[in-house]
């Protein structure tokens, strides 16, 4: 689930600009002779004496200009809006660790801190036991029980990799069958901080403790974890879901109110002394995506289990360690290249969430992946609604519509920077079941949309793939799912390796704009606008104590006056 987006920025050089314009009048050619000894020195381009304006409007001038032009002339990404602690007190700060209670490859086991897969019998970290650890679906996401507290409550925590807070409600909901009551836990330590986070659907407040979990079907023991009770929500817990919170498993880059919140997985490496590598399968494919609940999957924590894909693992780099940023080449529909800049693939970041249900695409990916569709397809009409997700396409039960569509290909570099491979799709996964009308009618939703700052690979890609977030050696891989299958036909594939000659050596920016960065230059910039008019209004002030009468003789020449040097 990808967080949200706002805006704020200063613009203190249009305001300089202005100051500068407006208090430097022209002045007669001539020389200038020294100043008298006790006099203020005068500041270069401000020839002072008749003509110029009185101190006190040009003040009034000054502010009414700071207030009107301070404002953001270019936006900043913003994911939360962090309100003030309680009572105005300063938040007090979170502890940063809670005490404790290159392509193609099979992977051997490694050492702690590497890759693991299946521990021997008896060892401290069992796979198996997390097979079939998920339930849910694409349309509402996938969910594993917790048991949070002491005594311990069950939950039931949505699995998203967009995210990096683990949240979970802390009051009554009426869309939540369950919430976590702190009161009841004798263990739960407040911290006292507010934290809001927004994602690109719904958003939620709530405060910042520590609590003890477990996982029945997870590490085996107890652990310390950050937690967030959510107090109130906007659009986040919605009608039918069968989970109670969230559990992000990004980064710490973007874990709110700051990166200084050890996020649940860091906690568990750490605590568990597990590898720092997870594993994630959904079975959802071809199953309707507001179905019963009872889809399977498996969120192996710690490594990677065998027995949950087939064929040969394809990894490709993490560009950056805030989400799982990994570079697109190229798509292909049915075979054909759609011939876009490997650019637009990943404008502004190209990323792998499994708390977005769809396969999301840059508006102009979007426009040339729907218009190819459409030309591939062999049905001959249809309404634009389908594409936009507003209206359903229908069939006779007895019709599989599936065959009527091309694939949909996804080219990724290789660890080896030379080579690329591609993830592939059937139409079993991105023309997806939703509910049937009558007794003969089976209707379909289009599984891939638009998006205004990132392509995402939601769970519409990801049920076709067991899905590796190796954090350890910043990569994620990719093999084929067993239980990605419809009517025992696989829906999934990969294959490589390919040539990158055909496309750009970098297609990523190489300017980063994620928050933190930008967090920094934006108070950066707010305090050098703040400081320049500072030191303009004390510049208006000192002028009436100590001004200096010009005779004839005193003049400003045309090198010392911004006339010649002024910003055009």
Request: glycine share 10%; net charge negative; charged share 15%.
């Amino acid at each position: 689930m990808e967080p949200g987006r706002g805006e704020a920025a200063p613009a203190f050089l249009l305001l300089l600009l202005l100051l500068l314009l407006f208090l430097s009048p022209a002045a007669p050619a001539g020389t200038r002779r020294p100043l008298p000894p006790c006099r203020a020195p005068q500041q270069p381009g401000r020839a002072s004496g008749m003509g110029a304006p009185p101190v006190a409007p040009s003040l009034l001038l000054l502010l009414a200009g700071a207030a009107g032009l301070c404002r953001a002339f270019f936006s900043l990404p913003l994911r939360v809006s962090q309100p003030a602690a309680p009572r105005g007190s300063p938040p007090a700060p979170v502890p940063l660790r809670p005490g404790s209670g290159g392509g193609r490859q099979r992977d051997a086991p490694a050492e702690p801190g590497g890759l693991a897969l299946a521990s021997e019998p008896g060892g401290s970290i069992n796979f198996l036991a997390m097979v079939d650890n998920l339930q849910g679906d694409s349309g509402r996401g996938y969910y594993l029980e917790m048991l949070l507290g002491t005594p311990p409550q069950a939950l039931n925590i949505l699995v998203d990799t967009g995210s990096s807070n683990f949240a979970v409600a802390g009051v009554p909901d009426p869309d939540v069958t369950s919430y976590f009551n702190t009161e009841l836990s004798s263990t739960y330590k407040s911290q006292g901080i507010d934290v809001t986070v927004k994602y690109s659907q719904g958003s939620w407040t709530g405060v910042l403790g520590t609590d003890v979990i477990t996982i029945p079907k997870g590490i085996d023991g107890s652990y310390t974890i950050n937690i967030a009770t959510i107090f109130e929500s906007e659009n986040f817990f919605l009608p039918g879901v069968q989970w109670h919170g969230i559990l992000g498993l990004a980064y710490g880059t973007l874990a709110k109110p700051s990166s200084s919140v050890e996020t649940f997985f860091d906690s568990l490496v750490r605590q568990a002394k597990i590898p720092n590598i997870f594993s994630l399968q959904m079975c959802g494919a071809g199953l309707p995506v507001s179905g019963s609940g009872t889809n399977g999957g498996s969120l192996v924590l710690g490594g990677i289990e065998p027995s949950l894909y087939r064929g040969d693992i394809w990894y490709t780099p993490i560009k950056e360690e805030w989400y799982y940023q990994v570079e697109i080449l190229k798509l292909e529909v049915g075979g054909q290249n759609l011939e876009l800049d490997c650019r637009e693939y990943n404008a502004d970041k190209a990323i792998v969430d499994s708390g977005t249900t769809l396969l999301r695409l840059p508006q102009k990916v979007f426009s040339a992946v729907v218009q190819a569709i459409a030309r591939k397809s062999l049905v001959q009409e249809f309404s634009s609604g389908f594409w936009t997700g507003t209206q359903l396409a229908c069939w006779d039960k007895t019709e599989r519509p599936w065959s009527l569509f091309p694939k949909l290909s996804i080219y990724m570099r290789d660890e080896n920077s030379s080579r690329s491979f591609r993830i592939s799709i059937l139409p079993q996964l991105y023309i997806q079941p939703i509910l049937g009308i009558g007794e003969n009618l089976q209707c379909y939703r289009f599984g891939i949309s638009s998006s205004a700052n990132a392509l995402v690979i939601g769970a519409t890609v990801m049920e076709g793939f067991y899905v590796i977030f190796d954090r350890a050696q910043r990569r994620v891989g990719f093999a084929v799912s067993p239980c990605a299958e419809v009517d025992g036909s696989p829906v999934s594939e990969i294959e490589g390796p390919f040539t990158t000659e055909d496309v750009a050596s970098n297609c990523v920016s190489v300017i980063s704009f994620h928050e933190p960065v930008l967090w920094i230059a934006s108070y950066a910039l707010m305090s050098l606008c703040g400081i320049i008019l500072l030191a303009l209004i004390i510049l208006l002030l000192i002028p009436p104590r100590c001004q200096h009468r010009y005779t004839d003789n005193d003049v400003v020449n045309d090198e010392s006056s911004l006339v010649r040097h002024r910003w055009k």
